[in-house]
């Protein structure tokens, strides 16, 4: 199931489900040990007059979304059945590793009655579903789950009235929650702790280890119609010194006061940079702010962008997207610096200045603490040994540098890492060439399923050497400014003889050159094979073959279906719904068309189609403005990884597109401030 809230602050990183339930928990790496079990969820609950029902057991009435502009998720929750109201506001604080959630209950009926609200929690710590402990720990009142240098603390409180005892004076206080039970999790015949609710009262049990998890409870009584809040937290750290002062430090400071000063953060991060959304329905203007704030989700503080933190994907195939890979998170550093967060963008190429290999490539992906991910792609092909690399991963990293310097002007930036990152990845690329063609070397595309020299892959191979070639400018180093623009145009002159169909008009997906000097065409329709030219350079976008191979892409690869979209090529089989339907339209895809459209346009006139592809995007994500890989063609539900990092950094640069357009064309003068 898709999620429908992501809240984080770069060390720890919470999604929800379509019922507001947790449902993944990373920490201390944002996409790097999920503490909640694959299956698993923090359930909710509700106990009135002898009834209970848990938030997701078809009862209730629920909506997730987000306060407007902020990191901070709004969940509304009815039972009429129950005559009970929720409403949650959730935060990870941006200071410290804390998560918070306050939960107003409302009693919908006319009477006074006592409604419980039941917390559950699971922590597959390290996950490893062994080993852990969980106990009530009277000196804090706190449960506590631990194993090894993971430590979870969590607590809940409800308001209430103390009496000062030196002046009578009634001030504010806390009283803790009211039960709790830790116990076995499905081992030795037990469900959870979660069963021991069902009767509304808890057998304070106060140690387990193994599988183990835990239960609070707060009681609020309440008059007709009246509401009361309650508020629980869990606190993060590697060790119980930690966890104690976190938990300290939300009673002293006060869970009000957290959620709101984490409210007020993310709202001026999101609105810092004073963009002029002209021509724009509103609802884009709110989307672009929601891709920036969900990216920075994704974003862990060492530097790694994780493509999505979505664990869901396993049960799909063998893995998650929780990953950086280099292409993925260069594109989206592109987009970052674009909007305004040049901070990011810096800490991801210090990831990649860390992770290079040795001889000057990256592989596949990486975990977030900056050891190698899992791959598909072997060393060996045909009987050779091969690179196990998708080269345009290399690539984007050194083009996406050449744009993060044109907008911040940081040369000494570039100065510390052009030898290490910059040279080093850019005289391995010239290297790693077929002598006869001058193409780059056969290496896996950018979607990980073919092997070739891909017209994507050529083309960002010559944006990284032109990218080059200007930093060596810059830094004075001539022969080498001369050597990485021959190179750029070699790459050039390669691509348009061998990979692009003067008949047809479209670029080839590859071509693969045989040892007897046969030449092999892979002749799939692939929309990041005009993109590749476009976006990096190869051609002008006024060049009348790439104007022939984005009409021509763009009729093979149309969604024929109401909910219309492109393709990422004419024959996907990736979340296919059967091969007897369209393949699956892709955000990715589509916004790039609607990229290429706004750099060709000439006049506002030639605009509209860009605004109906942004207006296409913000009709299909999810109601909490979430966007996901792809979408059913029939449904226009949504289909892979959700959230994608990536479509959400397409979305702010097809954005960014086309309000720099307008000022192109001299409707706007300053529609974005970051250039």
């Not at 006024?542 to 024959?571: C, H, I, M, W």
């Amino acid at each position: 199931m898709p999620r429908h809230l992501a809240l984080g602050n770069g060390n720890l990183l919470l999604l929800y489900d379509q019922f507001g339930q947790v449902k993944d928990f990373y920490f201390p790496y944002v996409g790097l040990e999920n503490h909640v079990g694959q299956d698993y969820i923090h359930k909710l609950g509700a106990w009135v007059e002898g009834n209970l029902s848990w938030i997701d057991d078809g009862n209730w009435e629920v909506n997730v979304n987000y306060q407007q502009d902020t990191l901070v998720g709004e969940t509304t929750a009815i039972n009429h059945e129950l005559g009970v109201k929720l409403e949650f506001k959730d935060v990870v604080y941006n200071e410290t590793n804390i998560y918070l959630r306050q939960v107003m209950v409302t009693n919908l009926f006319d009477h006074q009655r006592q409604i419980r609200i039941f917390f559950h929690q699971q922590f597959d710590i390290l996950e490893n579903n062994s080993g852990d402990t969980a106990y009530f720990d009277p000196r804090y009142n706190a449960v506590i789950h631990y194993r090894g240098q993971r430590v979870f603390l969590v607590n809940a409180v409800t308001e209430m009235e103390l009496v000062s005892q030196s002046d009578q004076e009634v001030v504010p206080g806390y009283k803790s929650f009211d039960e709790y039970t830790v116990g076995a999790f499905r081992i030795e015949g037990k469900d959870g702790t979660f069963r021991d609710a069902e009767d509304g009262s808890l057998s304070k049990n106060p140690v387990e280890h193994g599988m183990v998890d835990s239960t609070i409870s707060v009681w609020l009584d309440l008059d007709g119609g009246q509401s009361k809040p309650a508020y629980y937290w869990v606190a993060a750290a590697k060790f119980f010194e930690e966890v104690f002062e976190l938990n300290g430090y939300v009673l002293q400071r006060t869970p009000q006061h957290l959620i709101k000063t984490t409210a007020d953060f993310w709202k001026a991060w999101a609105n810092r940079q004073n963009f002029i959304f002209m021509g724009l329905d509103k609802s884009v203007s709110s989307l672009f702010k929601r891709s920036l704030l969900m990216i920075r989700t994704h974003v862990d503080n060492r530097g790694a962008i994780i493509a999505s933190a979505d664990s869901d994907m396993i049960t799909s195939g063998r893995d998650t997207y929780a990953y950086m890979w280099p292409r993925d998170g260069a594109l989206t550093s592109f987009a970052l610096a674009r909007a305004g967060d040049a901070n990011a963008a810096r800490r991801f190429f210090d990831f990649c200045n860390h992770t290079i290999s040795h001889e000057g490539y990256f592989f596949h992906k990486y975990l977030p603490d900056f050891s190698l991910g899992s791959t598909w792609h072997p060393w060996i092909k045909d009987g050779k040994i091969e690179l196990p690399i998708q080269e345009d991963e290399t690539a984007t990293i050194i083009f996406a540098l050449g744009k993060y310097f044109a907008i911040t002007k940081d040369l000494e930036y570039i100065e510390t890492i052009y030898n290490s990152l910059i040279k080093k990845s850019v005289e391995w690329m010239i290297s790693y060439r077929d002598e006869a063609s001058g193409l780059p070397k056969p290496s896996y595309d950018l979607w990980e399923e073919r092997w070739g020299s891909h017209t994507f892959t050529v083309a960002s191979v010559y944006g990284a050497f032109m990218a080059a070639a200007k930093f060596a400018k810059m830094l004075g180093k001539t022969e080498s400014e001369e050597k990485y623009k021959t190179a750029a145009a070699e790459v050039k002159q390669a691509l348009l003889k061998y990979l692009y169909d003067e008949e047809s008009g479209f670029f080839y997906k590859s071509v693969t050159l045989k040892d007897d000097g046969q030449i092999e065409v892979d002749r799939t329709v692939d929309i990041s094979s005009a993109y590749g030219v476009f976006r990096f350079g190869v051609l002008d976008v006024d060049d009348p073959r790439l104007k022939r191979a984005f009409d021509y892409t763009k009729q093979k690869l149309n969604v024929d279906t109401e909910v219309g979209g492109l393709s990422r090529n004419d024959s996907d089989y990736y979340f296919r719904i059967s091969q007897d339907v369209p393949v699956n339209p892709w955000f990715i895809n589509s916004l790039w068309y609607a990229q290429y459209l706004a750099a060709s346009a000439k006049s506002e006139e030639d605009l509209k189609p860009v605004k109906a592809w942004l207006d296409w995007a913000v009709k299909y994500t999810l109601p909490s403005g979430i966007l996901p890989e792809q979408l059913n063609p029939y449904t226009g539900e949504a289909l892979s990884a959700t959230p994608l990092t990536w479509s959400h950094s397409e979305f702010i640069n097809t954005v960014i597109d086309y309000l720099e357009k307008l000022e192109e064309l001299g409707i706007c003068k300053i529609c974005n401030p970051v250039k």
